[in-house]
């Protein structure tokens, strides 16, 4: 299994700034997936990222709000831009395919 | 179209005693994999159990085993001996045209 990290754990922003979220992976992986997982909800799929190409947005989720990069096979970034109160959620980063996906411990974000 | 369903938003469990926590999904590939994830209040993503669709054998591991019924599209998750650390939300998931799907998860409380 792979080991994920997360950078930050969690933070406290104001409403229309905007924060970085970092994934790292103790392996070379081919495909990273960030969710979303609001208050007392399940998770959802914001993108695909696979290196060296643009990641895939899932409906609802668009580039200009979430932008992400994927510089190498270990790590990538999901930024939340011009955040509002309804951004509060817990978001994950995760690796793995169709047999297997682990899961980074989650970046809580409180939006103020 | 709902692709997982978990019907039981709250579950209660007396110690030592198995619980069985219940997940249906849908779809026309023939070939797709089953997860069931523990998210304890930390937040993160434990990854449990998974059964593939062609396997003939339901998955066990260690106290968690996989009741797999094909024919129903059945895949719930059987908790023996359940203990106090067992509390938290399960999430039912499938992987399935290179997309994984989540259920909207059940919370257990075991109690002592």
């Known amino acids: 299994s792979a080991v994920i990290s997360q950078k930050p754990s969690r933070d406290i922003c104001q409403r229309g700034t905007s924060l970085t979220i970092q994934c790292q992976v103790d392996?070379?992986?081919?495909?990273m997936f960030w969710y979303r997982q609001q208050p007392g909800q399940s998770l959802t799929l914001i993108a695909t990222a696979n290196q060296g190409s643009e990641a895939t947005y899932e409906s609802g989720f668009v580039i200009d709000k979430f932008p992400i990069s994927r510089p190498n096979l270990t790590f990538s970034t999901l930024t939340v831009s011009n955040m509002s109160p309804e951004d509060s959620s817990i978001y994950l980063c995760?690796?793995?395919?169709?047999?297997?996906?682990?899961f980074g411990p989650g970046t809580r974000l409180t939006v103020t | 179209a709902q692709k997982i369903t978990q019907t039981q938003p709250g579950m209660f469990v007396q110690e030592k005693e198995a619980v069985t926590l219940d997940c249906t999904y849908d779809?026309?590939?023939?070939?797709?994999?089953l997860f069931w994830y523990k998210q304890p209040s930390s937040g993160e993503m434990i990854f449990l159990i998974y059964q593939g669709s062609y396997d003939q054998q339901n998955a066990t591991e260690g106290r968690y085993s996989l009741n797999f019924q094909k024919a129903r599209k059945s895949a719930n998750l059987v908790i023996s001996a359940s203990q106090l650390g067992d509390s938290a939300m399960y999430f039912c998931a499938m992987s399935n045209f290179n997309k994984f799907y989540f259920g909207s998860g059940t919370k257990l409380n075991v109690k002592p």
């Open positions: 779809t026309s590939d023939p070939s797709y994999g």
């Open positions: 995760s690796v793995g395919d169709l047999f297997e996906q682990y």
């Open positions: 392996s070379q992986v081919t495909m």
